[in-house]
C-alpha cells in the first residue's frame, strides 16, 4: 500500500541531521521503498511503498522506528524519539459505557467520553499535514482520527455519544440482507458474517474497521464524543471491505492485521489531541477490552544458521545493534544461539528463523552481501526438449519471408466453439474466451493489413485452449500462418520447404471442411497423423495453414539416413504431357514416380495451357542407364500416364 | 634471347603507362599475353634452350609476364572514368524475401540462451492452473490481501477438490512447484519462460505478457548466489558495465525477499526521465520460503535456493536504442511494426 509521510511530522520522532533525500535514498535500499520525494512548501513528503506484511511502518512513527535503525548503517547519527502521550487528565464526569464483545470478532475495543467540544476548527498545521498526506480535513474531530491513525497506525473513529441509545454496543456477525447507511449517505446491503455493533435494539450503528454510519456519526451539533479504537479480526474486515468494495485507508490497514498493542498509544494519543484542540475534558473512564494480551512469542536460531544464509559473517555485536533499533531484544546463549524477543507490532510477520536472517540481512545491507555463482553439481538435462525445434521452425518460416505475429490468446465469443474456456472476469467481451484456434486472430491481423500490404505471410506459434473434463485444459502449441498475395502453388510451396527442412514425409490429402473454398483445402499428414490444414479460406482472399506443433516435432526426423552418393550420373529429360481439364496434377507426379525404381526424381517445371512439363531424373545406383534403358522407362509412363489420366506427350 | 626479353619489357612498359583508354589496355594485353603474344612466343620457345639457360630465362619471362599482368591491372585502375569498361556499381541489389522474429522471441531466445550456458534447465510450463500451483504451494492463503496484487483471471468452472480455483497464472512462479514436484530431488536449475496473465492494461501493462522464472535450489545455496547469477544475467544482456542491486520485498513465497535494479541502460545509472535515480526496477526475487519446499516436498533441512520472476518484455523494453514508448505495441499485429525488426 502506497502511503505519504511528511518530514515535518517525521522529524517529531526522529532525531537526525540527515536531509530527504539521503533519507529516502538510504531506507530504499534497506527498508521500505520510496518512491519519491518531493517537496511541498517548507516541507518535504516521502512516498512510500509499504508491503502487506509491514503494516507496523505504515506510520510516521512506524516509519520514523525503520529510519532510525537504517540510517546510522551509512554513517549518519538518528535516534527514534518516543510516542508517549500523556495519561494524566482530569476525568470530569464517569458516563457509562457498555460493550459486549465477542473473542472471535474483535481482539480489544478501546472507547472514552468527551464532553465540552469548544473548538471545530482544525488547527492550520494539522489540516496541512492531512492534506499532504492526502487525507481531506474535515473537522477538528474527525480530523483527530485520522491523525491518530496516520501518526500512531492503528485506525480510530469518533462517534455522536448521544446517538448511541444505550450507550451500548454489541459487537455481531451481520446476518444476510441487512443493511446499512454509511456517513456518506450510502446504503449497502450486508452479504452476512460482516463484523457489525449493533445498539442493542437489532439497529446496526457501526461497520468498524471500514467506514462510519450516518446515524451515529459526529456532526456539528454534537456535544460528546465517544472516542473509540477498534481491532478486528483482519479476514473478516478484508472480506467486508472487498465484498462492499468499500476500500477506506482503515480498511486497508485493518485488513493488514493491526498490533492491539498501538490500541493504548492511540487512544491516549487521541485524548491529547482532543483535550489541546478542542478543548475537551474527558467524561469517563476508559473503557480497554483487552481479553488475550500479547505474550512476547521468541524466535530461536543459530548463529551458523544466519552465516550459512547470508553467505558472509557478521560479528555477534554488530547483529545485536541491527536488531534492537527495530525493537527486538537480543540474547545469546554460548555464543552459539540466538534469542529473539519479538515486539507485539512485529507478532504477525516474524514467525520463522529466516524472517530473523531477512531482517539482519537489509540492515547489513544486501548491498554489502558479495556475488558469486553458484558451485555444485548440475541437474540432469531433459533429453529432446522442443524449444530448439520451436525455433528452427519459425526460423525457417522466417528465412522464407514470414512475420511472426504475437495475437492475443483471449478473444471474443465468436472465435470460439462450444467447449471453450470461459472467464469469470474478463476484462471486456473481447477477451473473455481462450482460444481454440489461431485462425480467426490471424485472419483479424491479416484483415487489419491487407489494405496497406500488397503481399504478405504472418504466422505464429502459440497456444490453443482445449478443455479437459474436470482437468486443466490441454494446452496444445499450435503453428498458424496466412498468406495474402501469393498464389496457391506459391504458398503451398513454403509449407512444403518447411516440411522437407524438418526431414518430414508428408502427403497432402484434399479434403473439405467449413471455412475453406470447396476442393481448395488439404489434410497434411504424415504416416497416418494429421498434422495440419492448408487451403484457400472462404470469404477472404486469405490462403490459411495451421499445423499441430507437437505432432510436426514428432514427424520431425533430425538425421536422415545417409544413401551413398550415386556413383553413375542420372540421365534428366523434360516430359511435356497434355493433360485432359481436371486432372490433379499431383497425381500425376505420384505415377510417374512410382512407375520405375530408376526414377529417382520427379518435378513440374512449367505449365503452358493444358501442357504440363516434368523434369524425370532416371538414375540407377550400380550403372549409367542406355538410351534403350531409359525409353523403355519413359513409354511405361507415357502408358501409365495415358491410361490413368488420358495424358497424351506433346512433341 | 635475354636482351630482347629486357626490351619487350621496357617497350611493354612504355606502352602500358601511355595507354589511354580501356580499349588500347585490351590490344596491349592481346598483343603480350594472348595466345599469340610476344611473351607466349618466349615461353614457347624456352624448350629450345640448354637446361641451364631455361631455367634462368624461363624466371626472366615469367617476372616479364608478372609485371606486364600487374602493370595493365594498376593502368585500369588508373584511367578515368570515361575511358574504362562502363559498369555501375551502385545498381540496387535484388533482394530474397527474408521475414521477421517477432521481439519477443528473440528476447525470449537471448534469455534461455544466457541461463542454459550456466546450467539451468529451459522448461515451460502451463499457463492455465489450479490455485494451488500458483498461489497455494507458494504459501499464499485463501484471501490474503497479498493476493491483490497479481490481479488474476479466473475461469468459470468447476473447482478442484484438491487444488481449488481454475485460473490464469499472473506468474511463472507455478512453475517452481511444478519443477520441484518434476525433479523431486535437487540439485534444481530450472529457466521457466511462459505467458503469464493479469487483469490490467495501460503503458506498462498487456493483459497477457511473457516471464521467466529462475529457481535453483541446492545444499548451501545463499544470497550471494542470488546476486551472482543476477548479475551474470545482467552483464550478459546489458554488458560489463551494468550494475545491479537488491532492496527489501515482501513475497509470501520467499524469505527473505527481494526487489531487483538494474542501472539504467539509458542515462547509464545518472539518473534520468525513464529511471528512479539511475536505477530501473527488473523484477522480484527471493530465498525460496520453508513452506514452499515442504508443499512441493523437498527438505528444507537439507536444502535451499533462490527464485526470480521477470518479465521477458521489461527486459526488452530496457533496451538501449529500442524506445518503443506503450508495451501494448509489442502486441500490435500490424506490419509497419512486425517488419521493423
Known amino acids: 500500500m502506497d502511503i505519504i509521510i511528511s518530514d515535518n511530522w517525521l522529524r517529531d520522532y526522529l532525531q537526525t541531521k540527515a536531509a530527504p533525500q539521503p533519507i529516502a535514498k538510504y531506507v530504499s535500499l534497506c527498508g521500505p521503498s520510496v518512491e519519491k520525494v518531493n517537496q511541498v512548501d517548507n516541507d518535504y513528503l516521502y512516498h512510500v511503498e509499504i508491503t502487506t506484511n509491514r503494516i507496523d511502518s505504515v506510520s510516521v512513527y512506524g516509519f520514523a522506528r525503520e529510519v532510525a535503525a537504517i540510517l546510522p548503517r551509512f554513517g549518519m547519527a ?28 474483535v481482539n480489544r475495543t478501546i472507547g472514552v467520553v468527551l464532553t465540552n467540544i469548544k473548538n471545530w476548527q482544525t488547527p492550520g498545521w494539522m489540516s496541512k499535514r492531512l492534506t499532504s498526506c492526502g487525507i481531506r480535513s474535515l473537522n477538528a474531530v474527525v480530523d483527530i ?3 491518530v491513525m496516520l501518526e500512531v497506525g492503528h485506525p480510530s473513529h469518533a462517534f455522536d455519544y448521544d446517538k448511541i441509545k444505550n450507550n451500548k454496543f454489541i459487537i455481531r456477525e451481520s446476518k444476510k440482507g441487512e443493511k446499512v447507511t454509511s456517513f456518506d449517505g450510502k446504503t449497502h446491503e450486508l452479504h452476512g458474517g460482516d463484523i457489525v455493533f449493533d445498539d442493542g435494539k437489532g439497529e446496526i450503528i457501526d461497520l468498524p474497521g471500514i467506514i462510519g454510519t450516518k446515524n451515529s456519526v459526529v456532526d456539528k451539533n454534537t456535544k460528546r464524543v465517544f472516542f473509540f479504537i477498534d481491532n478486528n479480526d483482519p479476514a473478516r474486515i478484508r472480506k467486508t471491505s472487498m465484498g462492499l468494495a468499500i476500500r477506506t485507508v482503515a480498511a486497508s490497514i485493518n485488513e493488514k492485521g493491526v498490533d492491539p498493542e498501538l490500541g493504548e498509544t492511540a487512544i491516549y494519543r487521541g485524548i491529547e489531541l482532543f483535550r489541546q484542540i478542542c478543548g475537551a475534558e474527558v467524561a469517563s473512564k476508559v473503557f480497554d477490552n483487552y481479553p488475550k494480551p500479547y505474550k512476547k512469542k521468541k524466535i530461536i536460531l543459530d548463529k551458523s544458521f544466519i552465516d550459512e544464509n547470508l553467505g558472509v559473517i557478521i560479528a555477534k555485536e554488530e547483529i545485536e545493534t541491527y536488531l534492537t533499533p527495530l525493537g527486538f531484544e537480543c540474547s545469546w546463549q554460548k555464543d552459539k544461539k540466538l534469542f529473539v524477543g519479538i515486539p507485539s507490532f512485529r507478532a504477525n510477520d516474524m514467525n520463522i528463523p529466516e524472517d530473523v536472517v531477512e531482517e539482519i540481512a537489509r540492515i547489513y545491507g544486501y548491498h554489502n552481501i558479495p556475488s558469486e555463482l553458484m558451485k555444485g553439481s548440475l541437474p540432469n538435462p531433459l533429453h529432446k526438449t522442443v524449444f530448439p525445434i520451436e525455433s528452427l521452425i519459425k526460423q525457417t518460416l522466417k528465412a522464407l519471408g514470414g512475420t511472426e505475429v504475437y495475437t492475443l490468446s483471449l478473444v471474443p465469443k465468436e472465435y470460439v466453439g462450444d467447449n471453450a474456456l470461459k472467464l469469470l472476469n474478463p476484462l471486456g467481451k473481447d477477451t473473455e474466451y481462450l482460444r481454440t484456434s489461431l485462425k480467426p486472430s490471424l485472419i483479424h491481423a491479416a484483415n487489419q493489413n491487407k489494405s496497406v500490404n500488397d503481399i504478405f505471410h504472418q504466422f505464429e506459434m502459440a497456444n490453443v485452449y482445449l478443455s479437459g473434463k474436470d482437468d486443466l485444459p490441454e494446452e496444445r502449441m499450435t503453428l498458424g500462418g496466412i498468406f495474402y498475395g501469393y498464389s496457391y502453388r506459391q504458398s503451398k510451396g513454403i509449407i512444403e520447404n518447411l516440411l522437407s527442412e524438418l526431414n518430414v514425409n508428408a502427403e497432402f490429402v484434399p479434403e473439405d471442411s467449413q471455412g475453406f473454398r470447396p476442393s481448395r483445402r488439404i489434410n497434411i499428414k504424415s504416416a497416418k497423423t494429421i498434422l495440419g490444414e492448408f487451403g484457400i479460406l472462404e470469404n477472404d482472399d486469405f490462403i490459411y495453414y495451421g499445423l499441430d506443433t507437437k505432432r510436426l516435432i514428432d514427424a520431425y526426423n533430425p538425421h536422415p539416413s545417409f544413401k551413398s552418393i550415386p556413383k553413375y550420373p542420372p540421365q534428366i529429360e523434360d516430359l511435356t504431357l497434355v493433360l485432359p481439364e481436371r486432372t490433379k496434377v499431383g497425381n500425376v507426379v505420384q505415377t510417374i514416380k512410382v512407375t520405375d525404381q530408376n526414377i529417382n526424381k520427379v518435378e513440374l517445371t512449367d505449365i503452358f495451357k493444358n501442357a504440363y512439363t516434368f523434369r524425370i531424373n532416371y538414375q540407377n545406383p550400380k550403372k549409367t542407364l542406355t538410351n534403350d534403358e531409359v525409353e523403355k522407362i519413359r513409354e511405361k509412363i507415357l502408358k501409365n500416364v495415358k491410361l490413368k489420366f488420358g495424358a497424351l506427350q506433346k512433341l | 634471347m635475354r636482351e630482347e626479353i629486357i626490351n619487350t619489357k621496357n617497350q ?23 595466345r599469340k603474344g610476344k611473351i607466349t612466343e618466349f615461353l614457347k620457345k624456352l624448350k629450345d634452350l640448354h637446361p641451364e639457360e631455361r631455367k634462368q630465362i624461363g624466371i626472366l619471362v615469367n617476372d616479364t609476364k608478372n609485371t606486364i599482368i600487374k602493370l595493365i591491372s594498376s593502368q585500369k585502375n588508373q584511367l578515368k ?7 555501375d556499381p551502385t545498381i540496387p541489389g535484388i533482394k530474397q524475401n527474408l521475414g521477421h522474429l517477432h521481439l519477443v522471441t528473440k528476447a525470449v531466445d537471448e534469455i534461455a540462451e544466457v541461463f542454459e550456458k550456466i546450467g539451468f534447465i529451459r522448461v515451460r510450463y502451463p499457463e492455465v492452473e489450479w490455485d494451488w500451483f500458483s498461489f497455494g504451494a507458494l504459501n499464499f492463503p485463501e484471501g490474503h490481501p497479498a493476493r491483490d496484487e497479481w490481479e488474476t483471471f479466473f475461469i468459470d468452472t468447476k473447482p478442484h477438490p484438491k487444488y481449488g480455483s481454475m485460473l490464469l497464472t499472473p506468474h511463472t512462479s507455478s512453475g517452481q512447484v511444478r519443477e520441484m514436484l518434476r525433479v523431486k530431488e535437487p540439485p534444481i536449475r530450472m529457466i521457466n519462460i511462459a505467458k503469464c496473465y493479469r487483469r490490467q492494461s495501460d503503458v506498462s501493462h498487456y493483459p497477457m505478457f511473457h516471464q521467466f522464472e529462475g529457481l535453483v535450489v541446492d545444499k548451501n545455496i545463499n544470497i550471494t548466489h542470488l546476486k551472482g547469477t543476477l548479475d551474470y544475467f545482467a552483464k550478459a544482456v546489458f554488458g560489463k558495465s551494468i550494475k545491479t542491486r537488491i532492496r527489501p520485498y515482501n513475497f509470501l513465497f520467499t524469505e527473505p525477499s527481494f526487489e531487483v535494479d538494474f542501472s539504467c541502460t539509458l542515462c547509464k545509472g545518472r539518473g534520468c526521465k525513464l529511471c528512479r535515480g539511475g536505477w530501473l526496477e527488473v523484477g522480484g526475487a527471493g530465498m525460496v520460503h520453508p513452506n514452499v519446499f515442504k508443499a512441493c516436498n523437498i527438505d528444507p533441512k537439507k536444502y535451499t535456493g533462490f527464485a526470480f520472476g521477470w518479465g521477458v518484455e521489461r527486459i526488452l523494453m530496457m533496451k538501449p536504442g529500442l524506445n518503443i514508448p506503450d508495451l501494448r505495441q509489442l502486441y500490435s499485429t500490424e506490419l509497419s511494426f512486425l517488419n521493423q525488426f
Open chain 1, 78 to 105: 538518528a535516534k527514534l524519539k518516543p510516542l508517549s502521550p500523556n495519561r494524566n487528565f482530569k476525568q470530569v464526569d464517569n458516563l457509562p459505557f457498555t460493550i459486549l464483545s465477542d473473542d472471535k470478532l
Open chain 1, 145 to 147: 482520527t485520522n491523525f
Open chain 2, 12 to 34: 611493354a612498359i612504355a606502352q602500358i603507362t601511355e595507354a589511354k583508354d580501356a580499349g588500347e589496355l585490351e590490344r596491349l594485353r592481346v598483343g603480350y599475353l594472348g
Open chain 2, 81 to 87: 572514368e570515361a575511358a574504362r569498361d562502363w559498369f
